[in-house]
């Protein structure tokens, strides 16, 4: 049977996100520089969301650039860039064939210049799409990110809107960049790493999370299929046993 057919449409998980990794040590496999990797990287990601948003996930979330990837070498780091320009000019289109939205959660505003400008043109384009959302983490850190967020909530306190003791988990999470979304369910990492570096930590604290040696360049549907599988056999207990989940 093929690998679609075992997924049970009726639970997928409503947001999946994936920390794509291992385009260096695939394009070393290769003999290649790992800009090779990067722009390999790009089918996975098209495979990806157009699997995802076949099935009907709601929110695909895809870690593209860490905060930290600053720290990388200045040519992969612009390399990195440009990559990211010309394959939103590329995609939008797609994206709009096939109702699918974009968002973007990070510290956008301080990407370079084109990229900001690609990535504002791609969200605007397709604002309208109602079929699936498509959220690019760049310049993205978790820690910034909660950081912001209370700093927003304190301001907003300072000003007298808001009380200490009015803030609970959803006015928090509201403050985050991921307002209004599901937490996912399930969170995939290639490349064989088992570490969140930085990732989603607050709304993957009940996420089912799924390793996979793969790098991420030869990720294909088929491997998306497979974690989904994985994640549909999984038995999520909130803190309860099991006898007391209802079937
Ligand atoms: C993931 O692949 C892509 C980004 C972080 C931008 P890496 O570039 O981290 O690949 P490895 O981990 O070095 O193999
Ligand atoms: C995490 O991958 C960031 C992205 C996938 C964009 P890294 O390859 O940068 O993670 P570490 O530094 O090895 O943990
Ligand atoms: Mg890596």
Not at 178 to 207: C, H, K
Request: hydrophobic share 40%.
């Amino acid at each position: 049977m093929d690998l679609k057919s075992q997924i049970n449409i009726e639970k997928l998980p409503r947001h999946i996100a994936i920390i794509m990794d291992g385009n260096g040590r695939w394009a070393k496999q290769h003999g290649k520089p790992r800009v090779f990797g990067h722009r390999n990287g790009v089918t996975a990601v098209r495979e990806t969301t157009e699997a995802a948003a076949e099935l009907g996930v709601e929110y695909l979330t895809l870690y593209a650039f860490s905060t930290e990837n600053w720290n990388r070498p200045k040519l992969e780091v612009s390399a990195l860039m440009r990559l990211l320009v010309d394959t939103l000019h590329k995609e939008i289109e797609t994206l709009n064939k096939n109702d699918i939205r974009l968002q973007a959660i990070g510290d956008i505003t301080k990407l370079p210049g084109s990229t900001y400008k690609a990535l504002l043109e791609g969200i605007e384009n397709t604002k309208d799409n109602k079929r699936m959302t498509l959220v690019l983490a760049l310049n993205y850190s978790s820690k910034w990110e909660i950081m912001e967020a209370s700093r927003r909530l304190a301001q907003q306190v300072e000003a007298g809107v808001l009380r200490p003791e009015e803030i609970d988990e959803e006015i928090f999470a509201g403050a985050l960049n991921t307002s209004g979304m599901p937490d996912p369910e399930l969170l995939i990492r290639t490349s064989g790493e088992t570490r969140l570096s930085n990732f989603l930590l607050w709304q993957v604290a009940y996420a089912e999370l799924y390793f996979t040696p793969i790098f991420w360049p030869d990720f294909r549907k088929e491997n998306f299929y497979t974690a989904i599988i994985d994640f549909q056999q999984r038995e999520r207990r909130f803190g309860k046993i099991s006898e007391q989940l209802v079937q």
